[in-house]
């Protein structure tokens, strides 16, 4: 008979004491924000979806040597190229050479793991990840992404 | 339609739990075969969620696979990740250096103690509570930005290569994992008062689901449901791997094999895996984090390798049979909740359903990794 008047007031304290915990959160400062109106910042090694590097002039580092496509394990990446003749100086002669320039880099997003092999095999340093994570749409070809396009845009 | 169904005595009738059934968190579709409010036989069926991951690690080079192998348990990625890398360096004969191997072994701790603050707050949530979930996810957030930080992402990392990292720990990173422990020391404090005391809790779990120590060996369980059932069994003591010997700590063994023991178990491993963290970074050694001569191109010469670690819910190990290509010829990966789970449909039988419901969120199932 005692043993279960003990049980009885021993779960009423346990029950008072879980309530005394939670009227104690009630009082502590809020964690979360809300979202659309406030964001929190991104840390500096977030990893986006990817993004083409400039250089001085303002064109895509990349010089299409394809080490990115070969690396990515779903296959989301493809390149095209075109090859461009220049004229370039050797020893007082002028000559003509060949060089790829990059006409395409597409992404597809849909299928990209953000494994981050391209950026780890550019031997180049031409491609970085970038913050953008406010990504929503309803249709799928909103995700694949033309590199070039956004790096011409933003240029201009 | 016709009138009401009048069951007969005797009869039984078929419940389907899931596969889209909140309390199997995921998509495991239970079959039980009902009487009245006793289960008199249960049928897991699988096959939801494969995504053929074993397939994908036989025709793709070594590093494509690394992606996959935070995709089987999201909540404790690093785990698996761990695994599979460690079981490459063994079959390829790649040195890692101490530096990478000690961060490995704090973030992989960080992350189990995150997987257990989550599991902590299903599992309760699955009794009809829903507060500790919000305080467990408080705690579990701090965890998840501290690795944002490092790893560049919050749930399916691919932190690890193979001989090292992907990228060094900063100070800041250093600072706040030092800052982390004794506020997660506060708040197991805080939920030991707040739900290991409780009386409903208690009622709910003590003696109820009791899986005994030769069923746990009957299926190969591991992990937090073993050491329940008073099985000290725990691969970084066992089997040491990485830097794990270097470390002070001890492995919680429960002897009651009920629901209440495993909920123990885990919650105690949160302090262990606090003490880990402590000591390591305590210990870390500078120098680089990816060794100096590394093969370009990973090709492990003709053979057998196996590795097994301790992630959040048991014993993961990873076997690769190489032929000296490129691809691996035969990727298997034995899963700790596979066996956890095959379990589950001869311990239910005879109990009330609300009781197999509690033992199967002890069990701490994740779809994506039984079903890879």
Request: aromatic share 10%; charged share 25%.
């Amino acid at each position: 008979m005692g043993a279960y008047f003990t049980e009885i007031f021993r779960g009423l304290q346990s029950l008072a004491i879980g309530l005394g915990i939670t009227f104690k959160e009630f009082f502590q400062p809020v964690v979360t924000v809300s979202y659309p109106y406030e964001t929190i910042k991104m840390s500096e090694r977030y990893r986006g979806h990817i993004e083409l590097i400039e250089d001085e002039e303002g064109k895509a580092k990349c010089v299409v040597c394809g080490m990115c496509e070969r690396a990515c394990p779903s296959g989301c990446i493809s390149l095209a190229s075109e090859s461009v003749e220049y004229e370039v100086e050797v020893k007082g002669e002028m000559k003509t050479k060949k060089k790829k320039v990059l006409t395409k880099y597409d992404l597809n997003f849909t299928t990209c793991s953000l494994c981050g092999q391209c950026v780890e095999n550019c031997n180049f340093g031409a491609i970085t990840f970038s913050k953008d994570y406010n990504l929503a749409s309803s249709r799928k070809e909103d995700f694949h992404f033309d590199l070039l396009n956004r790096l011409k845009e933003r240029n201009s | 339609m016709s009138g009401p169904i009048h069951i007969q005595p005797g009869e039984t009738f078929t419940l389907n739990v899931g596969p889209q059934h909140p309390a199997t968190h995921g998509v495991l579709r239970v079959k039980m075969e009902m009487d009245g409010e006793y289960i008199v036989k249960a049928e897991t069926v699988l096959g939801y969620i494969h995504r053929m991951h074993e397939l994908m690690g036989e025709n793709r080079t070594y590093p494509q696979v690394l992606p996959n192998l935070s995709r089987l348990d999201y909540l404790g990625a690093l785990g698996y990740t761990h695994g599979h890398v460690l079981a490459v360096e063994r079959a390829a004969g790649i040195e890692v250096p101490e530096r990478a191997e000690y961060i490995r072994a704090i973030t992989v701790e960080l992350n189990r103690v995150a997987s257990h603050l989550f599991w902590f707050g299903a599992f309760v949530m699955d009794l009809g509570g829903f507060t500790p979930l919000m305080y467990a996810i408080q705690d579990r957030e701090h965890i998840l930005d501290m690795l944002e930080a490092v790893t560049g992402s919050r749930l399916t990392y691919c932190y690890y290569r193979f001989g090292g990292l992907y990228n060094d720990i900063d100070d800041d990173f250093i600072a706040a994992a030092k800052a982390f422990i004794p506020r997660m020391r506060k708040s197991l404090k805080k939920y030991d008062a707040l739900v290991t005391g409780n009386i409903i809790f208690e009622k709910r779990l003590k003696d109820i689901g009791p899986i005994s120590a030769e069923m746990c060996r009957k299926y190969g369980a591991t992990g937090p449901v073993a050491r329940g059932a008073g099985i000290d069994f725990d691969v970084r003591k066992n089997e040491p791997y990485s830097v794990y010997p270097e470390f002070d700590f001890d492995i919680p063994v429960y002897h009651e094999c009920d629901s209440l023991a495993r909920y123990k178990v885990r919650m105690e491993e949160m302090e262990q895996s606090l003490r880990i963290v402590e000591q390591g970074l305590e210990k870390l050694p500078d120098g680089p984090i990816m060794p100096a001569k590394k093969p370009k191109l990973i090709k492990p010469p003709a053979g057998d390798y196996y590795q097994a670690v301790e992630t959040a819910r048991g014993s993961f190990g990873i076997r690769i049979v190489s032929d000296g290509g490129k691809n691996a010829y035969r990727f298997k990966l034995r899963s700790p909740t596979y066996s956890n789970m095959s379990l589950f449909d001869e311990a239910c039988e005879g109990m009330m359903i609300m009781d197999a419901l509690a033992m199967m969120g002890s069990l701490d199932l994740v779809i994506p990794e039984i079903d890879r």
